[in-house]
């Protein structure tokens, strides 16, 4: 079992930046694939980034590259999303979730959620 919790959302002004961070409880967080996911209003739920157990593979949605960096701390229990050069449409709800499968680059492979963090960008 694994409960994660996210934190480091809020309002910023087009062009600015946030770090999110996912605290994960659990002895194995290292052999966990993390994601984070966003919904905005009125949208279904995407992938935005992941992060692989073993070797720290990363792939980004083609919407966040070379603006967004995910990273994790097996040490810390926590798996971080730095949004740079944030853009109004980057508005939504900011989930992190964890999978026991390698490639997680789907919604339908993870097994635990976030309750998520809101991000505003106005502009």
């Known amino acids: 079992q694994v409960q994660l919790v996210e934190s480091g959302g809020g309002l910023v002004q087009a062009g600015g930046s946030l770090k999110l961070s996912c605290a994960a409880s659990?002895?194995?967080?290292?052999?966990?694939?993390l994601g984070w996911f966003r919904q905005a209003p009125g949208k279904e739920r995407e992938f935005v980034a992941v992060?692989?157990?073993?070797?720290?593979?990363?792939y980004y949605a083609d919407s966040v590259k070379g603006r967004f960096t995910i990273s994790r701390d097996n040490a810390k229990n926590t798996v971080y999303l730095q949004l740079n050069s944030l853009k109004p449409e980057d508005t939504a709800v900011y989930y992190c979730?964890?999978?026991?499968?390698?490639?997680?680059?789907?919604?339908?492979?993870?097994?635990?959620w976030g309750q998520g963090t809101q991000v505003t960008v106005s502009s």
């Open positions: 979730a964890a999978t026991s499968k390698y490639w997680g680059g789907e919604e339908s492979e993870y097994d635990y």
């Open positions: 992060v692989r157990w073993g070797n720290g593979m990363t």
């Open positions: 659990g002895r194995t967080f290292s052999m966990y694939t």
